[in-house]
């Protein structure tokens, strides 16, 4: 059994899953093929947003440590984020070429979670498919990393400052 060929099978399975199921809400949300463009382009840039906001919250909650384990620990699940993020766009472009999608309005897509992809084409526009996805991972992985990391260094509006210990 070639462990590669598994782990690459379990991995595709997986995504294409969460990319269907994710997408399965975002038709009948948007209107199916024929919607609106304006009801497209509201459900898939508030589908960005909410993802980042989950994203960079959950890798703030292990970079916040600030100890060396903790900021690798959100580079890995910062990777990880940028694979899903990546994969969507992917799968949100498919869904364009098969009509489930309408073709005006395509470029939101590419403009929130596409943005990665994009810049890859444009800085590796001879490299294959895989190249530019580890490269839009990296974009995306160091985007929510560094999210997460200037959430942390930001004061809290609404703290009273901070605790005093009694002595």
């Known amino acids: 059994m070639d462990l590669n060929a598994a782990l690459a099978a379990w991995l595709t399975g997986a995504l294409t899953t969460l990319s269907l199921v994710i997408y399965a809400s975002v038709v009948p949300l948007s209107g199916g093929a024929e919607g ?48 899903v993020w990546n994969w969507y766009a992917v799968t949100a472009f498919h869904a364009v070429e098969q009509g489930v999608r309408p073709l005006a309005g395509w470029e939101w897509t590419f403009l929130s979670w596409g943005l ?29 990393l560094l999210g997460a990391l200037l959430w942390v260094n930001t004061p809290n509006p609404w703290s009273r400052g901070p605790a005093r210990r009694p002595r």
């Open 116 to 144: 990665p992809l994009t810049v890859a084409g444009v800085v590796l526009p001879t490299a294959g498919f895989i190249t530019q996805l580890g490269l839009a991972m990296a974009e995306a992985a160091v985007a929510l």
């Open 36 to 83: 609106p463009v304006w009801r497209w382009v509201a459900v898939e840039l508030s589908l960005f947003v909410l993802f980042l906001l989950i994203a960079v919250w959950w890798v703030r909650l292990f970079v916040m440590g600030r100890r060396r384990s903790g900021l690798g620990v959100g580079a890995v699940l910062s990777v990880l984020l940028g694979l």
